[in-house]
């Protein structure tokens, strides 16, 4: 398709409520939409020493994300902050100096928690991250939801019809977002 876009859960859990809610957003994507699940789990433990040298999952993670024309970010907070596994990945991926993957590539961020504020700590987190990494990233609508029982329906949906439909509109104006920004 046309746009292809990255997806980056912070999660490695079986069970990820972000993972889940990033399989039923990309079903609300416009048609001329793709999505891939990029793997963090496999990536080695940044170390700058192999900068000049750098394992072939990072190689691969990073042409999948110079490929895209943009990227979403899904992640859970941890310690109100965004988890390791997802700094780690966005480490390598911004290396060697001068080769940042994620260099102007329209950003969507989203979060879902156990707690009531949604995973917003760690989000603002990862938008300073995300500015310095120069991406133009979507400010508005904000999505910060709270898990709780029937969130995902048995089909893996959002169970809640005006959730489902706040989440369409994030789309489309993160949809709108990547063609202004591509
Ligand atoms: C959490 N959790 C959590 N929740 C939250 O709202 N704010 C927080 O700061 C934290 N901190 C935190 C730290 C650690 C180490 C863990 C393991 C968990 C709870 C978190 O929301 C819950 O585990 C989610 O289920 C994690 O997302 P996934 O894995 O379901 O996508």
Redesign the pocket.
Known sequence: SQYRIAVI???L?K?????KLARALEKLGPAEFSFEDLDVGGLPLYNQDNDANQAESVKQFKSRIKEAQGVIFVT??????I?GVLKNAIDNASRPYGQNAFAGKPAGILG????????S??QQHLRNVAAYLDMPTLNQPEVFLQ?KEGFFDATGDIGNADTRKFLQGWMNAYAAWVKKNN
Do not use: H, K, M, Q
């Open positions: 859960v912070g999660s859990r069970d990820s409520f972000n993972r859970p907070e941890y310690n109100r902050s988890p879902i928690s156990i707690g009531a504020i949604g995973t700590l760690a898990a």
